[in-house]
């Protein structure tokens, strides 16, 4: 079974698993530090809980997350991104330049997020 | 109002306007200078003409892309890329070069976009 759902277009195959209003903001919040459910919870946007579930499971399907029990009693996972999930960061990096140029009221992200371009 | 629908994190704002399965290939196509109605449908995704219909407006909506007639009767747009449109190209970029290193099984893209690397 090929990896991709529509073509091998390697865009297309990217939004097959990623291609959301959420599931990369789920890759942002892992590069920000975040490894727990409730920390995802927290964010502003206001992810809602079945979705929050959804796309972890997608991200570690895709091989960008993987998760281990830092708590056996009820077990409780931890978040963290693997080597393909940490290679995604130009991506990020290139659409906050885009929107902090094209959207100046964006506001200037945090490491490990490129700063505003003079 | 804000340009932004849940935070004015760039991410997010981005994800606001193209995060689904169809807007970035539009994008793409655009890219490869597709202009027409019938050329975006015609790609092997397969894009439905709700769809279709649906993102090129609101790509125009977000100012990525302009329109104008090329025929009178009845009236037929061709659609091309704003200064805004063609700024997102270096995302394209990364994404299909991480799709081309972590998924060897995508296509090399053509110009413009990226080379797989060695």
Redesign the interface.
């Known amino acids: 079974m090929?990896?991709?759902k529509?073509?091998?277009?390697?865009?297309?195959?990217?939004?097959?698993y990623l291609?959301?209003?959420?599931t990369?903001?789920v890759l942002?919040d892992l590069f920000r530090g975040k490894e727990r459910f409730c920390e995802f919870l927290e964010s502003?946007?206001?992810i809602p809980t079945n979705i929050l579930t959804d796309r972890l499971k997608r991200l570690a399907d895709a091989?960008l997350v993987e998760r281990s029990p830092y708590q056996d009693h009820p077990v409780r996972y931890a978040y963290r991104l693997t080597p393909?999930g940490e290679?995604?960061l130009?991506?990020?990096?290139?659409?906050?330049?885009?929107?902090?140029?094209?959207?100046p009221?964006?506001?200037v992200?945090p490491a490990p997020?490129r700063m505003r371009e003079a």
């Open positions: 090929p990896i991709w529509r073509t091998a277009c390697p865009i297309s195959t990217t939004l097959d291609g959301d209003k959420w990369i903001l942002r502003p946007e206001g091989g393909r290679a995604f130009p991506v990020l990096q290139e659409i906050c330049r885009w929107a902090n140029r094209e959207f009221e964006t506001v992200p997020f």
